[in-house]
């Protein structure tokens, strides 16, 4: 069973940056896809920032430019470093990650108020 533990959350004023970080219980390098995805509340669960095991990325258009997704292999940790945060970057946010089959943290909160 693999486990993915996500971390970093918090409240942080508008304008501001926060490192969520994603904690893999085996070794990422042999995951197809890691990625980050939020559900605010009373809203749907998106995708917010992906990285296939080939480098590439994907982003949801509204963080493009704000927020990047990056992993530490030799760390089995997935990173999202998110910058000018706005109120409605707040919500729940989860670590998802491919390899036989699909598998999700339990998230962390990210909360962006003054």
């Known amino acids: 069973q693999v486990q993915l533990v996500e971390s970093g959350g918090g409240l942080v004023q508008p304008g501001g940056s926060l490192r969520l970080s994603c904690a893999a219980s085996r070794s990422i390098f042999s995951f197809a896809v890691m990625a980050w995805y939020r559900q605010a509340p009373g809203k749907q669960r998106e995708l917010v920032a992906a990285?296939?095991?080939?480098?590439?990325?994907n982003y949801a258009d509204s963080v493009k430019g704000r927020f990047t997704i990056s992993r530490d292999n030799a760390k089995n940790t997935v990173y999202l470093q998110m910058n000018s945060l706005k109120p409605d970057d707040t919500a729940d946010y989860y670590c998802?990650?491919?390899?036989?089959?699909?598998?999700w943290g339990q998230g962390t909160q990210v909360t962006v108020s003054s």
């Open positions: 990285l296939t095991s080939g480098g590439s990325t």
């Open positions: 998802y990650g491919v390899l036989d089959t699909s598998y």
